[in-house]
Every structure is written in C-alpha cells, then in structure tokens.
C-alpha cells in the first residue's frame, strides 16, 4: 500500500512539474513575440507576419548542446483560424541540429519562424521535417518596412529569425529538424494530440496558451493576401 502511494505521489509530482515547465515555456514565448515585436525600427516586418500562415516560436535555445548535436529547444507552432482570422491553440514542437551561422554568440538563442504558404504548413505538420531539405528556408529580414521581394523570401516555405543577447538578425536555420512534441501536447491537453489536429480542429487554446493566443492576435489579428 505504501508503494502504491509513494508511486502515485511521485506521478503527480512529476505532471506538475510538467505542467509548471510547459507553462514557463509558453510564457516565454509570449514574451520573445511581444518583446520582437515590440522593437520599432528592428521587428520582423508587419507584411510578412500578416502575410503568414503559421508562427514557430522556441524561447531560449541553449547553446551548449548546440556543439554536441543534441535536443536543444522546445517550443510551439500556432496557425492561422478558419479564413485566416485569429490562432489555432499552439502545439508542441522540439527543434534539432541545424547551423546558426555567426547569430550564436550567447548561452541562449530565441527563435521565431514564420511559415509562409500552404506547402510550409503541410511541412510543418508532419510529424518531423527538415529546413533547407523537406521545406525551404531564408534568413528574414528585419525592419517593419524592409523589402521581401527578393527570390529567396518570395520563393522561400519558411523565414527565421534569431535573437541573442539582445541583438535581433535573420538567420538561416539549413539543417535544423522540428519535431511534434507528443510528450508536452498531452500534458498540455491530456490526451496525445497531433499538432495536425490540434491546428485543424479548432481545439480551445488552454489557459496557459491564452497569453501566447491574445499577443497573436493583437499583431496580427487576419491574414492578409
């Protein structure tokens, strides 16, 4: 009996601290978004973001696991609602190897993409995809009124950009992998939900995700063509 309880003690305490570290983790990416956004001479530019179907958003990618190839970030997609007005609730994603080129000066790296068009989003939806391989990439451009009629940002599935210790550039990310997180989507809906079905089915945002959800929204509230 005792066993018993200690194991189901230790099962609680572990979806807790789940449940506290997804949280923390959406949080900050509401944070990165806003404050990006937030950045009126250097944010990423309002027609792209209003011209996009999904956004990726990974806070605090570590740099040290970067060297050894590991699992180095965790964040979440949202895309665009029905008819391209409001965000689906985000779904959980894991981001692998990859080259940051010369934006990997800290011990942290935010990462934001946005995914540009429909064979983007059926990419990003599959449970893994590899940038520059499965789905092309270009660094974005940076500047609310920069130019994105170049070929590569006309032609490209999916723009990153980075931010480290402050300093906010486009990146490219040829190499890197994204993978659903089953793991955090079920502690965060309670069932193992696929991000294909949690972006297409109209599933409720929950509680944490609403400040993520709200922030979305306020920057870009409609797709535009």
């Known amino acids: 009996m005792k066993r018993t309880l200690c194991v189901f003690l230790l ?3 572990a979806l807790a601290a789940a449940n506290k570290a997804n949280t923390g983790r959406l949080d900050n990416a509401a944070t990165v978004f806003d404050e990006v956004m937030g950045i009126s001479d250097k944010a990423i530019p309002q027609t792209l973001l209003d011209k996009s179907e999904c956004v990726v958003l990974v806070p605090g990618m570590k740099k040290g696991a970067f060297i050894f190839g590991a699992k180095y970030g965790r964040g979440f997609i949202s895309c ?4 391209g007005a409001g965000w689906s609730a985000p779904g959980a994603v894991r981001v692998e190897g990859g ?9 942290e790296t935010d990462v934001i993409m946005l995914v540009m068009n429909e064979r983007g989003v059926d990419r990003l939806l599959r449970s893994k995809f590899t940038l520059g391989g499965d789905a092309s ?3 974005g451009p940076v500047g609310r009124s920069a130019s994105a009629q170049t070929d590569a940002m006309m032609t490209a599935e999916i723009l990153t950009w980075s931010r480290s210790r402050g300093v906010f550039a486009g990146v490219s990310l040829q190499g890197a992998t994204l ?3 089953i793991t955090v989507n079920t502690d965060l809906y ?3 939900y696929e991000n294909a079905q949690i972006v297409k089915s ?4 929950p509680e944490p995700a609403k400040k993520l959800i709200s922030l979305l929204t306020k920057y870009s509230a409609r797709k535009t063509k």
């Open 137 to 139: 990439v270009a660094a």
């Open 190 to 192: 309670g069932k193992a």
């Open 80 to 83: 665009r609602g029905s008819g």
């Open 179 to 181: 993978r659903q997180d």
């Open 11 to 13: 099962g609680v305490a």
């Open 99 to 107: 080259s940051f080129g010369f934006q990997i000066g800290g011990s």
């Open 202 to 205: 109209g599933l409720e945002a």
